[in-house]
């Protein structure tokens, strides 16, 4: 089995920055792509980012991109979301996701349900 913990979220105004972490241990050979998503209040989940670990490409949504970056640190297990120029629409439950895909171009084509592991979230609050 594998185990994914977020960490770093917060409440920060608009325009301001967090960087979320995700450690990944237990069977981390069950994935080879990482993903984060997010859930706000009364909203389906959606993709933010994914990186495919075997070649780092990555998928970002459109509403992040450009103020997203998603990381990895294959050494410590860890994948980073640096969210920069914060908006209040980014408010939500973060989650980190985690599986093992065929290939890094149906790890960035998955969809938010399509991951096999999920961590219990992290809460990010941005004010205007």
């Known amino acids: 089995q594998l185990q994914l913990v977020e960490s770093g979220g917060g409440s920060v105004q608009a325009g301001g920055s967090l960087r979320l972490s995700c450690a990944a241990s237990g069977d981390t050979y069950s994935r080879n792509c990482m993903a984060w998503l997010r859930q706000a209040p009364g909203k389906e989940r959606e993709e933010v980012a994914i990186?495919?670990?075997?070649?780092?490409?990555?998928y970002y949504a459109g509403s992040v991109k450009g103020r997203f970056t998603i990381s990895l640190d294959n050494a410590k297990n860890t994948v980073y979301l640096q969210m920069d120029t914060l908006k209040p629409e980014d408010t939500g439950m973060y989650f980190c996701?985690?599986?093992?895909?065929?290939?890094?171009?149906?790890?960035?084509?998955?969809?938010?349900?399509?991951?096999?592991?999920r961590g219990r979230g992290t809460q990010v609050t941005v004010s205007s």
């Open positions: 996701a985690a599986d093992r895909f065929s290939s890094p171009w149906v790890c960035t084509s998955r969809g938010p349900e399509g991951f096999g592991y």
């Open positions: 990186i495919s670990t075997s070649d780092t490409s990555t």
